[in-house]
């Protein structure tokens, strides 16, 4: 096995099964995991079952001049657990769904499954099942399962007129990694920590199911397309006005000095960069302050704005507004934007 994972000399059975030994056979809830028509699951009485889905596709999601396969397995993972963590569900288990080109650089799938399984373990979201077809390019879609108390998820149409706007962690360093990477800065001094929130995200996904357990917070949304798209996701869902203060955002460290280097606006960064998989909260009024949020969460935590009756997304810096376009990754405008240049 000198050559790792090869699909071709193994088939897909083969295959199979060498992801089910690495894989190892999961716990209870699960009666049943790898190796029959489907995997079985005996959900705890007084739960709901969470499910959410996510796909990485080659040269849309990712390139291969840009990542590595352990960086990716990571990954793919990583923002699935993002989405439960949001709904404030604790993770259960996943589906890995692949689609594999022919020729594979010999050990790329190795080190995909290695990083995948890795998050895998640390979450204690073992792999339950998949399917895994031949493509032209790769396509790696990974289901996941999460279990919440009844009646409890933490949702985007629950934010109330009064709530406070939260943030977990810092933002921009995510896009900041990408725009290193893409204009070839990714190994440049500095550039690591930016990079390495690109790659290999650690969303902090445990935030969800600690705010519902205190019953803290009722409204949720993971930021995947930038703080300004995802909020205007939750006003909407909620059918509420919001004011966001620019000067409380939390950028991450450093982003004002590398973006200014790289021409970047470090506000738009933040505000629109997307990719940072922090979790953005309603608080009611009542809810404790940010500090002892964070202690309680175990991550930094940070007011940024909050919820009015109406329609409208404010930006103010100092008090005052600001007009700012609400942007952010949107699959079929960046298409339609990139084939009008
Ligand atoms: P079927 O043809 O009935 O869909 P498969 O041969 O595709 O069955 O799958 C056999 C078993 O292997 C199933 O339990 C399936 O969930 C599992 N499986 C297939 N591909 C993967 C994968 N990429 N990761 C994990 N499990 C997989
Ligand atoms: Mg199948």
Redesign the pocket.
């Known amino acids: 096995m000198a050559r790792g994972l090869d699909p071709r000399a193994l088939g ?2 083969g ?2 099964e060498a ?2 030994r690495r ?1 190892g056979t999961p716990a209870a809830p699960w009666r049943l ?7 079985i699951l005996r959900p705890r009485s007084g739960y709901e079952l969470v499910a959410t889905t996510d796909t990485l596709a080659e040269a849309v999601h990712f390139r291969w001049s840009t990542t590595d396969a352990r960086s990716l397995g990571q990954k793919a993972l990583a923002v699935n657990l993002s989405d439960l963590g949001a709904m404030g569900a604790r993770p259960l288990g996943f ?4 689609a594999l080109p022919n020729e594979l650089r010999p050990g790329c799938l190795d080190a995909l499954l290695r990083g995948l399984l890795e998050r895998a373990r640390e979450a204690r979201c073992p ?6 077809v031949a493509a032209r390019a790769w396509v790696i879609t990974i289901t996941a399962f999460g279990e919440v108390p009844r009646g409890r998820a933490l949702r985007r149409d629950a934010a109330r007129a009064g709530d406070r706007l939260m943030v977990t962690g810092a933002l921009g360093g995510a896009a900041l990694g990408l725009a290193l990477l893409e204009r070839g800065f990714g190994a440049t001094p500095g550039a690591r920590p930016y990079v390495r929130r690109q790659l290999r995200p650690r969303p902090p996904w445990k935030a969800g199911p600690r705010l519902l357990r205190r019953g803290w917070s009722r409204a949720a949304i993971d930021i995947s397309d930038g703080l300004s798209r995802d909020l205007a996701h939750l006003l909407r869902a909620s059918a509420l006005a919001a004011d966001v203060h620019l000067e409380r955002l939390p950028l991450a460290r450093g982003l004002r000095a590398h973006a200014r280097r790289l021409g970047l606006d470090p506000e738009e960064l933040a505000l629109h960069g997307g990719e940072d998989y922090e979790l953005l909260f309603a608080l009611p009024p009542d809810a404790p302050s940010a500090a002892v949020c964070a202690r309680r969460l175990g991550c930094r935590v940070t007011e940024f704005g909050c919820l009015r009756p109406g329609r409208t997304l404010r930006f103010l810096r100092n008090g005052r507004p600001v007009p700012i376009e609400i942007r952010g990754f949107d699959h079929f405008k960046a298409f339609s934007d990139s084939s009008d240049k």
């Open positions: 897909e059975q295959l199979i992801i089910r894989a995991g790898i190796g029959d028509d489907a995997a589906l890995l769904n692949l792999l339950v099942g998949g399917d895994t």
